[in-house]
């Protein structure tokens, strides 16, 4: 069944996305929002094929976009990045070892919203619209006027990320873990001797 | 190493990425809106079962309480009347008075309950999710409040939803007054180091501006979307900025944007 994992992998996605949109309790409490999404395109990498992995950045990227103020694209160029430089080195990587995903989670996930924020700003000439923006009128500026103000600020939430993304890679790899292993036949261990080929000695 | 349909896959995705950027604003906002509209079924079924939890909790609180709290409602509700029967003859006044000086009639507000249904998942914008859209009379760039002051405005506007840029975002500017003096600046943006952005930079204020700790902002009216008079905030503190030219001082917001459920639309 080979549906069930891209399958379960981009409804996880599509959810994943909806609960960082949904659930402001962490928010409100630590003040920063941990991204889940660059976990989820670190286990499709690592553990499916390029246009899986191709597909879960589209996805999870263009649902960030859809409920955020951000450009609307944008995450998908980080998230796509990092998923084809992962498929193309998982040979090298322990994608077994928690402490590897647990590492792999963190480091994605920095990697992405700091790329993300670079972009922003590298694009921003593209993207501002200055029709739309008259400076005599401030209030009635519409879509994106301004970039994000980065402050001190940001050194916490890319903690509260790294941590998130850290935390979280483990347990994703666990749930679709599960997810695979309760959906597909159960691999039945073969023995190295078949019974039925061996050459029975003596006489009978 | 990558096989050919692999480059394919990537170069489909490169230029979607590309096409979706270089579009214009108002098409990009529409195909943002049609694909949050995705996750509308999910935004409800979060909230019924939000409110399911909710009714369950209500049974479990004890009768004694409950009727305490009736009872305290209702002390508010009468105090409440007293105070709209007061504003009404105020307001009654004030239309005779504008009417004997040739000014035109104030039109009272119209407005639009909302949920807050979601929030923005990035770390470096503030917005929510309402649940209302065009189809309830919403547009663009409609001022959203609350009993306790000024929220934000409407950005982009679907058919069943709505995202609100709130007070304190770099894109959401207001234009404001300090009461008692009336000195007019704008707020915008959230006040550097403040992580949990209750904090926003009130600037361009003349630097004969009267600002104590404390004073209360409103907006001016003056910027062309919020009308005069809508609790922004409190001064915490001011400093001189820009060679001496202007003041610029911290403000408290009145609304506590974390804790946002049940919001206002003021519809034309």
């Given at each position: 069944?080979?549906?069930?994992?891209?399958?379960?992998?981009?409804?996880?996605?599509?959810?994943?996305?909806?609960?960082?949109?949904?659930?402001?309790?962490?928010?409100?409490?630590?003040?920063?929002?941990?991204?889940?999404?660059?976990?989820?395109?670190?286990?499709?990498?690592?553990?499916?094929?390029?246009?899986?992995?191709?597909?879960?950045?589209?996805?999870?990227?263009?649902?960030?976009?859809?409920?955020?103020a951000?450009?609307?694209?944008?995450?998908?160029?980080?998230?796509?990045?990092?998923?084809?430089?992962?498929?193309?080195?998982?040979?090298?990587?322990?994608?077994?070892?928690?402490?590897?995903?647990?590492?792999?989670?963190?480091?994605?996930?920095?990697?992405?919203?700091?790329?993300?924020?670079?972009?922003?700003?590298?694009?921003?000439?593209?993207?501002?619209?200055?029709?739309?923006?008259?400076?005599?009128?401030?209030?009635?500026?519409q879509g994106?006027?301004?970039?994000?103000?980065?402050?001190?600020?940001?050194?916490?939430?890319?903690?509260?990320?790294?941590?998130?993304?850290?935390?979280?890679?483990?347990?994703?790899?666990?749930?679709?873990?599960?997810?695979?292993?309760?959906?597909?036949?159960?691999?039945?261990?073969?023995?190295?001797?078949?019974?039925?080929?061996?050459?029975?000695?003596?006489?009978? | 190493?990558?096989?050919?349909?692999?480059?394919?896959?990537?170069?489909?995705?490169?230029?979607?990425?590309?096409?979706?950027?270089?579009?214009?604003?108002?098409?990009?906002s529409r195909?943002r809106m049609?694909?949050a509209?995705?996750?509308?079924?999910?935004?409800?079924?979060?909230?019924?079962?939000?409110?399911?939890?909710?009714?369950?909790?209500?049974?479990?609180?004890?009768?004694?309480?409950?009727?305490?709290?009736?009872?305290?409602?209702?002390?508010?509700?009468?105090?409440?009347?007293?105070?709209?029967?007061?504003?009404?003859?105020?307001?009654?006044?004030?239309?005779?008075?504008?009417?004997?000086?040739?000014?035109?009639?104030?039109?009272?507000?119209?407005?639009?309950?909302?949920?807050?249904?979601?929030?923005?998942?990035?770390?470096?914008?503030?917005?929510?999710?309402?649940?209302?859209?065009?189809?309830?009379?919403?547009?663009t760039?409609?001022?959203?409040?609350?009993?306790?002051?000024?929220?934000?405005?409407v950005a982009e506007v679907g058919?069943?939803l709505s995202r609100v840029v709130?007070?304190?975002?770099?894109?959401?500017?207001?234009?404001?007054?300090?009461?008692?003096?009336?000195?007019?600046?704008?707020?915008?943006?959230?006040?550097?180091?403040?992580?949990?952005?209750?904090?926003?930079?009130?600037?361009?204020?003349?630097?004969?501006?009267?600002?104590?700790?404390?004073?209360?902002?409103?907006?001016?009216?003056?910027?062309?979307?919020?009308?005069?008079?809508?609790?922004?905030?409190?001064?915490?503190?001011?400093?001189?900025?820009?060679?001496?030219?202007?003041?610029?001082?911290?403000?408290?917001?009145?609304?506590?944007?974390?804790?946002?459920?049940?919001?206002?639309?003021?519809?034309?």
């Amino acid at each position: 069944m080979n549906w069930v994992h891209p399958t379960a992998l981009l409804l996880t996605t599509f959810l994943v996305v909806f609960l960082q949109g949904w659930l402001s309790g962490f928010r409100g409490f630590m003040a920063a929002q941990p991204d889940f999404v660059p976990g989820l395109v670190v286990y499709s990498a690592l553990s499916s094929s390029l246009p899986t992995t191709a597909a879960t950045a589209l996805l999870g990227g263009l649902g960030m976009d859809a409920l955020s103020a951000g450009p609307f694209g944008l995450s998908v160029l980080p998230l796509m990045s990092l998923g084809v430089v992962l498929h193309l080195r998982r040979d090298l990587l322990l994608r077994d070892s928690t402490w590897a995903q647990a590492a792999l989670g963190g480091a994605s996930a920095v990697a992405v919203m700091v790329i993300s924020l670079l972009l922003l700003f590298v694009l921003w000439p593209l993207l501002w619209d200055k029709t739309m923006a008259p400076e005599y009128f401030p209030e009635g500026r519409q879509g994106l006027v301004s970039l994000p103000e980065v402050g001190p600020g940001v050194i916490w939430q890319v903690t509260v990320v790294a941590l998130g993304g850290a935390i979280g890679t483990p347990i994703l790899f666990r749930w679709f873990g599960w997810v695979v292993a309760a959906c597909q036949y159960p691999v039945v261990p073969q023995p190295t001797i078949r019974q039925d080929r061996e050459i029975k000695r003596g006489r009978s | 190493m990558l096989r050919k349909p692999h480059f394919l896959i990537l170069i489909f995705v490169a230029v979607l990425v590309l096409v979706l950027l270089a579009l214009p604003e108002h098409t990009r906002s529409r195909i943002r809106m049609g694909f949050a509209s995705l996750f509308l079924p999910l935004f409800g079924l979060a909230s019924s079962v939000q409110s399911a939890g909710d009714r369950a909790t209500a049974s479990l609180i004890p009768r004694s309480t409950m009727a305490a709290r009736i009872r305290s409602l209702e002390e508010e509700n009468q105090r409440l009347r007293l105070m709209v029967a007061e504003a009404d003859a105020a307001s009654r006044e004030s239309d005779r008075l504008r009417q004997m000086l040739g000014f035109s009639a104030r039109s009272p507000w119209k407005l639009k309950p909302a949920r807050v249904i979601g929030r923005d998942p990035a770390n470096w914008w503030r917005g929510v999710h309402l649940d209302v859209g065009t189809r309830h009379g919403v547009t663009t760039n409609l001022p959203v409040l609350t009993p306790e002051g000024l929220v934000g405005r409407v950005a982009e506007v679907g058919p069943w939803l709505s995202r609100v840029v709130l007070v304190g975002d770099p894109n959401c500017p207001v234009s404001v007054a300090l009461a008692d003096s009336g000195n007019t600046g704008i707020v915008r943006g959230t006040s550097g180091g403040d992580i949990e952005g209750a904090l926003v930079d009130l600037s361009f204020l003349s630097r004969n501006a009267v600002l104590n700790p404390g004073q209360r902002v409103f907006t001016s009216g003056q910027g062309g979307i919020y009308p005069a008079g809508i609790a922004v905030g409190q001064v915490v503190d001011s400093r001189v900025v820009g060679d001496g030219v202007f003041l610029e001082a911290r403000v408290r917001l009145a609304v506590n944007m974390g804790s946002l459920d049940l919001v206002w639309v003021k519809l034309p």
